[in-house]
C-alpha cells in the first residue's frame, strides 16, 4: 500500500508540472519548453524558460538523471515566446535558464534547432544556456534589453553572423566561441565603444581562426582600435566601418552632410543612426540591417517607408488623421467640416500593442471611435463598449475603423514588425460571410495577389480600401499598393470552407503587378463607373472563367450610391464572368437626387 501510494503521488506531481509546459510545432518538429515564474507582482509577472528535459529516477540513490529533451526529431527554428499563459495569467519571457537548453553534467544537448528566434522581452540569459547547440546556425541577433552576454552562452553553436545592439556592455568568458572555428564571417557592434570582452588566450569571448569581419560605426572607428588589435585564438578580427547618420544638416536620410563620409549610402547598405532621423512622406529607404547609436532615433511620417533585414529596431510610425470637425476661427465653438472622416488603421509594431499605449489615438479630450470587425457575429465592435464586447489591444495583422472629432496625429512607438504575420481568416458568418479587415503589419506598402505579401490562396480577387474623404468603400483590383498603416477588406474563398484558415501576410514589399496573367493570357476587364458631384463608385467585371467574385457592400456614408453586378441573386463589386458571355446586368442604387454619370472603360478585350 506504501508503494502504490508513493507512486500515485509521484505521478500527481509529474501532472501538475506538465501546466507549465509550452508545446511548439507538430509531428517531427515539435518541442516543449517549461517555464518557471521569476517575478509575481501586481503589476509584473515574468518568468524563465528553458527546454523541457527527459528524467529517470535512481530511487536508491533518489538522483534524477537527464536522459535526452522534448526537441524536434528533425532540424526546426527554436522561436521562444514573449509570453506565456499558465491558468489564465500571462507571463512576460524575460530570461533563459542556466543551462536551459544544455545539460553538460548528463551530455545531453539540444542540436537539433537550426536557428534562434529571441523575443525582445529577453533581459537575461544564464550561462551555458545555448551550449554546444551545434544544430544553431545563421544569424544571431541580440534584443535590445540584454546588456550582458553570459559566460558559455553561445559557446559551441555555429552562427555565422551576429549582431549586438549598442545597449551590450559585456561579453564573458568564451560566450561567442562556436563549435566551429570556420563558421563565425561576420560580427556587428551598433555602440559609441565596444562591449567589454575576454581577451584571456584559454577563456577570450571569441576564437577566429579564418577571416571575420567586424562592423563598428564609423563615426567611432577609433574607439575600436583596442579591439581590432586584438588576437582571438589564430586571428584577430577584419575591420568593417558601417555609415553613420549625424543629423548636421537636418534628419534627412538623402542629405549627404547628415553622413560621415558625406555619402548617402547605397541602397541595402547596413547603416547606423546617430541622431534624429525623420524618414518624410515621400521617402521609401531601403537598407540591409540598420542600428541605433548613442541618441539615435527614428520617425516615419504618415507615407514615408522604411525596409529593413534585422529585428528588434525602435521606430515611431506616424499616421495623420482628418477631424470631422474643426474649431472655428474665434476658437469659441465647434463648427462642422464633415459628417464622414473615416480611417483604417493598422499597427507596425512587432507584437500587439494596448491601445492607450498608442500616442493620440485615445485622447480624453477628444471624441473619437475605434471600431474592430467581428465576422462571426456581424458585428462592429466599438473599443469604448462596455459589457464585454470592447478590445483592450490592437492586434497584428487586424485592420481597425477609427475617426476623431478635430483630428490629429497617432503614433505608434516601438521595436517595429519585421517578420511574417499570420492572421486566422474568420468565415462563420450568417451575414457577409468571410469578409475580414485586415492590416498591413509593416512600415513599407505591400500588396495583395500572386507574388505579393497577401496571396490569394484563401481570398477573393481584389478588395475595399475606405475613404477616409467620403466614407465609401472602394473596390480596388490586386494591382493596387496598401499603406503603411492602412487596413484592407477582403473576402475568403467559398465562404465557410475557409473558416480558421491560417493568412500568412509575409514580408514582401510591394510590387507593381503586369496586366497580363501569363505569357498568352492577358487579363480581360471591364471597369464600370458612377459618379455625381458628390461620390463616384465603381464596379467591375473580370472575364477569367473563374466562380463568384468580391460581393458588394454597403458604404459608411448612406448617401453614397452603389453601382454592382448582380448574378444568381448576389450581387457583386468584381464579377468574374465567362469569356463569350454577350450580356452583363448592372445595377444602380441612388439615395440623393442629381444628375448621376455613368462611363465604361474596357481593358484588354474587346467586349
Known sequence: TTFVLLMAMFSFIRMKAQSSDITNGEGDNAYTLTFEPTTETATEKECSVGIKWITERDYFSDYEYITGAEQPNVATPLVIPATVENEGVTYTVTSIRNNGFSSRNDYVYCTNFNSLILPNTITSIGTYAFYKCTGLTGDLIIPNKLTEISDNCFQGCNFSNIVLHCNVTSIGSRALRMDSDVVLKSVTMYGQNPPTINTTAANSSFYLSTTTYLYRPKKYIDNYSTLVATTFGDRAFTAM??????????????????????????????????????????DVINVGNIG????????????????????????????????????????????????IAWYTISS????????????????????????????????????????????????????YLYAMQTGGIITFNGVINNSNVEYELSA?????????????????????????????????????????????????????????????????????TNHNKILTISKTPYAAQSRTRGASEETESLSIKVANSDYEDIAYVNFNNKERGLRKIAHMNEDAQMVYVPVDGVNYAIANMSTDVKEIPVSLEAY????????IDASDCNF
Open 241 to 282: 566601418s558601417m555609415p553613420t547618420f549625424t543629423a548636421e544638416s537636418g534628419n534627412s536620410y538623402n542629405t549627404y552632410n547628415n553622413w560621415t563620409d558625406k555619402t548617402v549610402p547605397s541602397s541595402g547598405a547596413n547603416v547606423v543612426i546617430d541622431g534624429e532621423l525623420i524618414i518624410a512622406k515621400t
Open 292 to 339: 541605433l547609436c548613442n541618441n539615435g532615433s527614428i520617425t516615419i511620417k504618415d507615407g514615408g517607408q522604411l525596409y529593413h533585414n534585422n529585428p528588434f529596431v525602435t521606430a515611431k510610425v506616424q499616421k495623420s488623421i482628418t477631424g470631422f470637425q474643426y474649431i472655428d476661427e474665434d476658437y469659441d465653438h465647434y463648427t462642422p467640416e464633415t459628417d
Open 348 to 399: 507596425p509594431l512587432a507584437s500587439d500593442v494596448v491601445v492607450t499605449n498608442v500616442s493620440g489615438l485615445t485622447p480624453s479630450s477628444e471624441i473619437y471611435d475605434l471600431y474592430r470587425y467581428d465576422e462571426e457575429n456581424y458585428t462592429w465592435q466599438n473599443y469604448k463598449q462596455e459589457g464585454g464586447f470592447g478590445f483592450t489591444t490592437l492586434e497584428q495583422g487586424r485592420g
Open 428 to 496: 462563420k458568418g450568417e451575414k457577409l460571410t468571410g469578409f475580414n479587415l485586415i492590416g498591413n503589419p509593416f512600415t513599407f506598402n505591400i500588396g495583395k495577389g500572386n507574388g505579393q505579401a497577401i496571396p490569394n490562396t484563401y481570398l477573393e480577387e481584389g478588395y475595399y480600401t475606405l475613404s477616409p474623404a467620403n466614407g465609401t468603400w472602394s473596390v480596388a483590383s490586386d494591382s493596387r499598393p496598401i499603406g503603411v498603416g492602412e487596413a484592407l477588406l477582403v473576402e475568403t474563398l467559398n465562404d465557410k
Open 592 to 599: 440623393t437626387m442629381g444628375k448621376y454619370t455613368i462611363s
